[in-house]
T-cell receptor, first 115, second 113 residues
Framework: GAGVSQSPRYKVAKRGQDVALRCDPISGHVSLFWYQQALGQGPEFLTYFQNEAQLDKSGLPSDRFFAERPEGSVSTLKIQRTQQEDSAVYLC?????????????FGPGTRLTVT | AQSVTQPDIHITVSEGASLELRCNYSYGATPYLFWYVQSPGQGLQLLLKYFSGDTLVQGIKGFEAEFKRSQSSFNLRKPSVHWSDAAEYFCAVGGTSYGKLTFGQGTILTVHP
C-alpha cells in the first residue's frame, strides 16, 4: 500500500472491554507515532517508536494504554478496561526520518466509541 | 512547554474569497511549524512546513504561510478559496529531538458557493 493504514476504522466497545488498534506504517518507515484526537480537539501525542524501540510513552493517559511494535513495522495500541473518556479517534503516523521525524504521514484513524 | 493556539474555531468564506487562518505558538527556541488539513474520514495531510530560512513558505493546493517571530505567529493564507478547501485545518509545532508534534485545536473552514 502507498500510505499508512489503520484497522479497524470504527470500533464500538462496551465499557470495561479490551480493544486493540492496528497500524500498518509505510514500508521502511523507521519512526511511528500514535496520537489521540478527542471530538473537537486537535491530535494529542501518545507514544513514539523508532523501529521496535518505544522511546517516548509520556503521552499515554494511564497504565490501561499499552503500545508495541515488536518487529519494527506494524504497531498495535491496546486499551484495557475501556472507559467512556477513551472515546476518540486514534491516529497513527509514520516517518522515514530518524530524528527529527517531522515528515509524518498520517493514517485515516480508528474511531473508538465506548458505550 | 510548547503550545499552539488557533483563535478561530469556525470560519466561513465565499468561494473565490481570500482566506487567512490564524495560528499562534509558544516555544522557547526556533520552532518547527506545520499546517495540516483534515477532511472528514481522512487522515491529516501536510500542507506546508517551516524549519528555517525564508519566512514565507509555499505549500500544496495554493496555500502559503508566513512565520513572524515577533508575533509568534504562523498564519495560513490562500488568495482564492475553492469549495474543495472546506475541511478542518490544524497548526502544529514540533520541538522535541525526535519530532513529536503539538497541535492546535483546529479551525473548521466552511466555503459558501
Amino acid at each position: 500500500g502507498a500510505g499508512v493504514s489503520q484497522s479497524p476504522r470504527y470500533k464500538v466497545a462496551k465499557r470495561g472491554q479490551d480493544v486493540a488498534l492496528r497500524c500498518d506504517p509505510i514500508s521502511g518507515h523507521v519512526s511511528l507515532f500514535w496520537y489521540q484526537q478527542a471530538l473537537g480537539q486537535g491530535p494529542e501525542f501518545l507514544t513514539y517508536f523508532q523501529n521496535e524501540a518505544q522511546l517516548d510513552k509520556s503521552g499515554l493517559p494511564s497504565d490501561r494504554f499499552f503500545a508495541e511494535r515488536p518487529e519494527g513495522s506494524v504497531s498495535t495500541l491496546k486499551i484495557q478496561r475501556t472507559q467512556q473518556e477513551d472515546s476518540a479517534v486514534y491516529l497513527c503516523a509514520s516517518s522515514a526520518d530518524r530524528v527529527p521525524s517531522y515528515e509524518q504521514y498520517f493514517g485515516p484513524g480508528t474511531r473508538l466509541t465506548v458505550t | 512547554a510548547q503550545s499552539v493556539t488557533q483563535p478561530d474555531i469556525h470560519i466561513t468564506v465565499s468561494e473565490g474569497a481570500s482566506l487567512e487562518l490564524r495560528c499562534n505558538y509558544s516555544y522557547g527556541a526556533t520552532p518547527y511549524l506545520f499546517w495540516y488539513v483534515q477532511s472528514p474520514g481522512q487522515g491529516l495531510q501536510l500542507l506546508l512546513k517551516y524549519f528555517s530560512g525564508d519566512t514565507l513558505v509555499q505549500g500544496i493546493k495554493g496555500f502559503e504561510a508566513e512565520f513572524k517571530r515577533s508575533q509568534s505567529s504562523f498564519n495560513l493564507r490562500k488568495p482564492s478559496v475553492h469549495w474543495s478547501d472546506a475541511a478542518e485545518y490544524f497548526c502544529a509545532v514540533g520541538g522535541t529531538s525526535y519530532g513529536k508534534l503539538t497541535f492546535g485545536q483546529g479551525t473548521i473552514l466552511t466555503v459558501h458557493p
